[in-house]
Structures are given as C-alpha cells and as structure tokens.
C-alpha cells in the first residue's frame, strides 16, 4: 500500500518509514494501524451547483504523517472538495470517512468535532480583534482566561515553529501574519486532519520556505496535511503525494518522489504544455512613469518607503519584489492614490499631450479626471478589489455604475464585460450573476483582473500585487499592445 510501512513481523523490533524503533508487540500493532488507517477518505464524492458539474464521482485519502497535494488548475473543483470536508458544502453523493469510520460533516462545527480544519484563500478574521482574541473567538472555554489563551497560543507557536505576536491587532498585520493567525487557530482547537487551501499565493518565497518548514514539522507531529495548489514546483518540494484533478473528476495520485513537472502537468491539463513566452524587445519604449524620491512613514512612526524612485517604461512590464512588509503594499498604494506620501514625486508623462502630472496625493478619481488610466491590482481582492456578496455583473459595474445618465442602472454594460471575461479568462462560475465570494481563488483573481484590464485596455500603466502563470500571458499580451 502506498504509503504504508515496511514491518519485519520476525523481528523484536520494527521501524517506521521516518526511523523511529517500536520495541513491544503492543506498539507494532499500533503502528500497522496509524500507517494503513487512512486519517481520511473520499469515495466517490460528487457536488454540482445547477448545470455546473464541480466534482464528479472523487476518490482519494490522506494519512497521518503525510503532506497530500491536491493539485489541479483553476476551476478544476479543488476547494469545493476540500469545503465538504470542512462542512462549508454537504455533497449530492458519496462517503468521508475519518479514521476508517463513516462521519457526516453538516457543518464547520461538526468538522471540529472530528479534528478537521481548512485555512481559506480570504481569511476570517475580526481586524479589530488581536491575534490571540481571533483564535479563541467562538470557543465555549470556561472559565475563560486571556491570560491562559495566550500562554496556550505561544506554546503551539514555539512547538511547531510560528512567529506570531498574540497581542498584535489584524488590521496591522501582514498577510502571512494573517495566515499564521488561522493556522494556530485550528491548532488550538485540537485539529489532527489540515486543509490549506492555495496558502502561498500571496506569499513571498522566503515566506513559502519557512510555511513549509512548519508544515513539515507538524507532518513529523503526525498531523495529516492536506495543501491545495496548482503550482508544481511547490508540490515537488512540500507533498509526500499528490492527488490530480482536472475539470471537477479525479485523475490520480502519485508518489511524489516517483513523478515529475512534466508528468504532473500532463495529467493536470491532459495533454503536454509549455509555458514559455516570446519575449520581444520593446518597441521605442518611451518614459511613461517615473517615481522620485518616495518617503512614507506609516502610523508606527516604521520608515515604509525610504527614498524610493524608478522608471516604468511603455512596452514594458516591471517586476517589484521583496519580502513582506518591505513596502510593496505602501508603494502601490501610493501610485494608485490610496496612500498619503510624506514626501517625493509620482510623475505621469501623458504620450498624447506630452504633459507631465504629478499624481502625488492625488485620489483615484482625480487621477481618472486626468485622463489617466490606471488599473489597481491589490493583494487583498475580497477585501480591497471586489465585493464578495455581489455577483460578477454587478462587480463589473463598481468601475462604470458613476457614468450613468438617470436615476437608472444600465446593467447590459457590465454584463455584456462580465460575460467577455468569463469567456476570456476561462472563470468557472454556474453564471455571471454568482456571487464573487462563491468563487474559487483563482476564479476571484481572474475577475478583478479582468476588470480592471478592461477599464484600462492599452494597459496606460498597472499595480498588479499578487501572482498566477495565466497572468503572465494577459500582461504580455498588453505589454505588446504599447
């Protein structure tokens, strides 16, 4: 069996697959079982909303001491498998076992009740509440002490590795702060089965390779992690196994030490694919935007920007990177008009007038009244970029609804663009009129790109904050079209 360890049954003593000795009978039976018990498993597990099929017939398991990679392309049903384990969705049909016994999982609570707990892609946390206040929240624990909580929070964090401050407010953290948060908070209520669902997407790679380090240390406690991604040099690195879907059906799954890239992406998109790009000199690149000598001094009193300055060229696409919390966030910000600067310039040259503007200061819609298209990407895209109780018609229209001309609504527009980038930008949705916060993450991700390539289609200049291979053609694309 996949997975399952090698036990001289003539032997006094036998050894696990990581090394450690079983010295009695009593252990050994012991260990046979936490090895060939799966901690959980899927059969045949299916889920459709209306016409669209999001999981057809899925069979798969996870064991103790195992990092098991869901892995598959956007929209092809990942964390809607991964939301009926966590009892977010109950399935049309099919079985969820947990520790080889039939469970039914109605809701978050009852997956609690069976060890079970997903970090999502948009995080669910109080911002005004503190670290330790957010990972406690809804917990009947009596008497309730905050003292006791935070001792309870820093043990869990020195045990597997975290770096948390429990009395830091959200609103203040990082994102990786923040998905630290949710980590220690399924930790502290017992949880022996982890779901994560896409946790490096708006992490930085030194902040990956220490969320791996973690992961890895609590596969080593006997914790049973299950990590959805569709990034492939991840899944070699973390995963012990890896499971594929593709279009809401299960292909397979595979020792990761007996596959490759190349393999994995075949049964991914079923047929082989090359992600290389043509990358073409810029034509007669012209200096579109030029930043000088940015200051910013956030409410700490923390230097966030400290004399920064560059050029963005036309034609060109201009990569910004650092670690969480270098300023990244402030920077774009401040280009966008949603950040206050304490000093230096943000100069636009206009290629039709030749006029030069400085956008320092200015609002969003200020720089817009410029003629001045400007598309904003941010990291947080439930929280800054789209509304999530919304539907994707009615997103669309966050850009346009201000240029209507009476009392009523033009809705053919936004639906006519929300229809074009379901199209384009192959969204998996059952309708336009789906609300956002419905949507996978990469499906969020593709329509607030969408939209905002559409509100700036020559691509005049844009923040994009985040990450996806599918992007790297649409910002080509736009880059070529300068």
Known sequence: MSGSTAIPLDAGQATTARGAVISSPCRLILCIRRFTVNALELKNITKTFGSLVANKNVSLD?????????????GSGKTTLMNMIAGIYHPDSGEILVGGEHVTIASPRDAFQYKIGMIHQHFKLVDVFTAT???????????????NSMKKVAEISE???FEIDPKKKVYEMSVSEKQTVEIVKVLYRGADILILDEPTAVLTPQETAKLFAVLRRMRDDGKAIIIITHKLHEVMSISDRVAVLRKGEYIGTVNTAETDENK???????KKVSLNIQRDDPVYPEDRLVIEHLNYVNTDGIKALDDVSFTARSGEILGIAGIAGSGQREL??????????DSGDILYHDPKTQKT???????PLQIRDLGVRLSFVPEDRLGMGLVGNMDIIDNMMLRSYEKGKSVFINRQPPRALADEVIKSLEVATPSATTPVRKLSGGNVQKVL?????????HGSYGCVSG?????????????SAQ
């Open 332 to 341: 774009l910000e401040a280009i966008a008009g949603l950040q206050h600067l």
């Open 264 to 270: 994995l992406t075949e049964m991914m998109v079923g």
């Open 449 to 457: 790109v969408g939209r905002e390539i559409a509100a700036s289609p």
């Open 159 to 161: 045990k597997y590795g």
């Open 467 to 479: 990450q996806g291979s599918r992007y790297k053609f649409v910002l080509h694309d736009i880059q």
């Open 357 to 363: 503007e400085d956008l320092r200061d200015k609002t």
């Open 62 to 74: 996870v064991k103790a001491h195992e990092i098991l990679a869901i892995l598959g392309e956007n």
């Open 133 to 147: 206040e957010n990972i406690v929240l809804g917990i009947d624990e009596k008497p309730y002490s905050l003292k």
